[in-house]
């Protein structure tokens, strides 16, 4: 099922959301959109067959909002990753403004404000920026400064980190749409896939200092999924493959026609220490705080090298480096006091979204004001 009011024709952006129950949330993101002071845009979303009942609420809301949009109901339960290219087909703007239903715009001027962004930088293919908490404000700086990075494949395997959450990332929307694949359905980081392989083919990367998004709306009396599920008990020690095993061999696979053999195992080492350095601790304290040490075990065990770079074809020397790093890092992240790493974590934040844009040149073309 589709519907659709296209009042603005050929829009700047498309505001892509994939959308599943949250709809009291959707709405009230929508609320914001509808009160932007840049109105050329429209919004696409892709509705995963949500069981929530509340399909009418939100397309009535839709049709008296005076909102360009378009909303489709699929066929089948496509979970995430479906579900965002689902949401990216249905753009005809210029550039698809990925956006989260539980998520919504900093300000009402924050489309205004990212056009001329956009616009003085001569139109880049991906841009990245910051996101703020909606309950208390704080701001998340995954971007330290406004610049214009480049492109090329050791662009997209030094900052693909940067677009793990999803609002605020935008990307060119033919170029987007030129790249459609399922091949990593169920790693939940589609979008990664996409810029990652955008950037690497030659598209210009623009990180820009500006907070565009307010992260997790609340509504009184109503929640969203989470992570955090009821602690197990008993927890078994099993191998719990999650789906940021797959975040890298999905880089690897969107750089790879682009990468020239003598460099490739560069690269590839690039992402994975990235990940072993800095996303995969993260999450091995984590889920000893929210579930068990037993549990953590098994997620360790989930991101053992069969499932991650032991099939990329790595020489030697690269693979037993990478098998040291995860040994480290899997003892680490088993042996820290959770207290301890609680501690560090705004210096190791600091530290990784710095470390690796450094091995890059990087020109800084334009400072904007935040707000």
């Known amino acids: 099922?589709?519907?659709?009011?296209?009042?603005?024709?050929?829009?700047?952006?498309?505001?892509?959301?994939?959308?599943?129950?949250?709809?009291?949330?959707?709405?009230?993101?929508?609320?914001?959109?509808?009160?932007?002071?840049?109105?050329d845009f429209e919004v696409c979303i892709s509705d995963d067959r949500s069981t929530d009942g509340r399909e009418d609420d939100l397309i009535n809301y839709l049709r008296s909002s005076g909102l360009s949009f378009v909303?489709?109901?699929?066929?089948?339960?496509?979970?995430?990753?479906?579900?965002i290219r689902g949401s990216i087909t249905l753009a005809q703007g210029r550039y698809c403004f990925l956006h989260g239903n539980d998520d919504c715009l900093a300000s009402d001027t924050?489309?205004?404000?990212?056009?001329?962004?956009?616009?003085?930088?001569?139109?880049?293919?991906?841009?990245?920026?910051?996101?703020?908490?909606?309950?208390?404000?704080?701001?998340?700086?995954?971007?330290?400064?406004?610049?214009?990075?480049?492109?090329?494949?050791?662009?997209?395997?030094?900052?693909?980190?940067?677009?793990?959450?999803?609002?605020?990332?935008?990307i060119n929307c033919e170029q987007a749409q030129a790249c459609v694949t399922d091949?990593?359905?169920?790693?939940?980081?589609?979008?990664?896939?996409?810029?990652?392989?955008?950037?690497?083919?030659?598209?210009?990367?623009?990180?820009?200092?500006k907070s565009v998004a307010r992260k997790d709306i609340q509504i009184p009396g109503e929640f969203v999924d989470s992570y955090c599920k009821p602690r197990l008990n008993p927890c078994p020690i099993v191998e719990r493959k999650l789906p940021m095993a797959q975040i890298g061999p999905l880089v690897a696979d969107a750089i790879s026609p682009y990468t020239r053999d003598y460099c490739r195992n560069k690269l590839i080492e690039k992402i994975f220490l990235q990940l072993y350095l800095f996303t995969y601790p993260f999450w091995f304290v984590e889920y000893?705080?929210?579930?068990?040490?037993?549990?953590?075990?098994?997620?360790?065990?989930?991101?053992?090298?069969?499932?991650?770079?032991?099939?990329?074809?790595?020489?030697?020397?690269?693979?037993?480096k990478l098998y040291?790093?995860?040994?480290?890092?899997?003892?680490?992240?088993?042996?820290?006091?959770?207290?301890?790493?609680?501690?560090i974590i705004p210096l190791a934040y600091r530290i990784s979204k710095s470390l690796f844009s450094r091995l890059i040149p990087a020109r800084i073309i334009s400072q904007v004001t935040q707000g």
């Open 1 to 39: 099922m589709e519907i659709s009011a296209r009042i603005t024709t050929n829009p700047f952006f498309s505001i892509c959301i994939p959308q599943y129950n949250r709809t009291s949330f959707l709405i009230e993101a929508c609320k914001v959109l509808a009160v932007q002071t840049f109105k």
């Open 71 to 83: 909303y489709k109901k699929q066929e089948i339960n496509l979970r995430y990753d479906g579900n």
């Open 110 to 170: 924050t489309l205004a404000d990212l056009f001329e962004v956009i616009k003085a930088n001569n139109f880049p293919a991906v841009i990245t920026s910051n996101f703020e908490d909606w309950e208390t404000g704080s701001l998340h700086r995954r971007i330290r400064a406004t610049q214009l990075i480049g492109h090329g494949p050791e662009v997209a395997a030094t900052h693909f980190r940067n677009v793990a959450f999803v609002t605020g990332v935008l």
């Open 183 to 209: 091949r990593w359905d169920g790693s939940e980081m589609y979008q990664m896939y996409v810029t990652s392989r955008i950037i690497a083919s030659g598209g210009n990367l623009l990180e820009l200092d």
């Open 288 to 320: 000893r705080r929210i579930q068990s040490w037993k549990y953590s075990l098994g997620v360790c065990w989930g991101l053992k090298p069969q499932n991650t770079f032991l099939n990329l074809g790595l020489g030697f020397v690269s693979k037993m």
């Open 324 to 343: 040291l790093v995860y040994a480290i890092v899997c003892a680490v992240g088993l042996a820290v006091p959770i207290r301890i790493f609680n501690s």
